[in-house]
């Protein structure tokens, strides 16, 4: 199984700040990596697929980067409904995994 | 309008069962695979289930193998997931997904 640990498990931003979240896998997935949005209640949303391919509906300040066992999620200037748990997830090999989810919230 | 709509979760007793049901609409179901996700409370998300397009391939995570199944009919746009002998630590909530679209999920609570 595909070990994935995001770091840092909080982050504090102001808003208008830049935040930058970091996914490391155990071993290779090449792009086959998803970044989801989570709110207090509510479903995930798929943020990013194919590390950098942006979902329906995602804003341009929301950018993934990354490839082999490194990648990144960068909110260039975080919004009020930004705050919220972001988590990466890989589905290069069964079973697919999440990251233990990073937190952004208010600073 | 997309939607994926889930039901059957409840509360059950440790051994018992469950059959959650997922049903679908505004999109072309028999085209995507589909998948049960499930988040235990104030936990992270895992991935239980994945069921191909014609039902022919399905996955299962090392935690449920042999104790859930997983099925669809394309014909009523309705996924499945049947979970037998059910543990204190399957309690969650679980999603209907198919990567894009998500539904509210379903609360099961496994206690005595």
């Known amino acids: 199984e595909i070990l994935m640990t995001q770091s840092p498990a909080t982050l504090s931003v102001s808003p208008g700040e830049r935040a930058t979240l970091s996914c490391r896998a155990s071993?290779?997935?090449?792009?086959?990596l998803a970044w989801y949005q989570q709110k207090p209640g509510q479903a995930p949303r798929l943020l990013f697929y194919g590390a950098s391919t942006r979902a329906t509906g995602i804003p341009a300040r929301f950018s993934g980067s990354g490839s082999g066992t490194e990648f990144t999620l960068t909110i260039s200037s975080l919004q009020s409904e930004d705050f919220a748990v972001y988590y990466c997830q890989q589905y290069n090999n069964w079973p697919w995994t999440f990251g233990q989810g990073t937190k952004v919230e208010i600073k | 309008e997309v939607q994926l709509v889930e039901s059957g979760g409840g509360l059950v007793q440790p051994g018992g069962s469950l059959r959650l049901s997922c049903a679908a609409s505004g999109f072309t179901f028999s085209s995507y695979w589909m998948s049960w996700v499930r988040q235990a409370p104030g936990k992270g998300l895992e991935w239980v289930a994945n069921i191909k397009q014609d039902g022919s391939e399905k996955n299962y995570v090392d935690s449920v193998k042999g104790r859930f199944t997983v099925s669809r009919d394309n014909a009523k746009n309705s996924l499945y997931l049947q979970m037998n002998s059910l543990r204190a630590e399957d309690t969650a909530v679980y999603y209907c997904?198919?990567?894009?679209?998500w539904g509210q999920g379903t609360l099961v609570i496994v206690s005595s």
């Open positions: 997904t198919t990567v894009n679209y």
């Open positions: 071993q290779s997935v090449s792009t086959n």
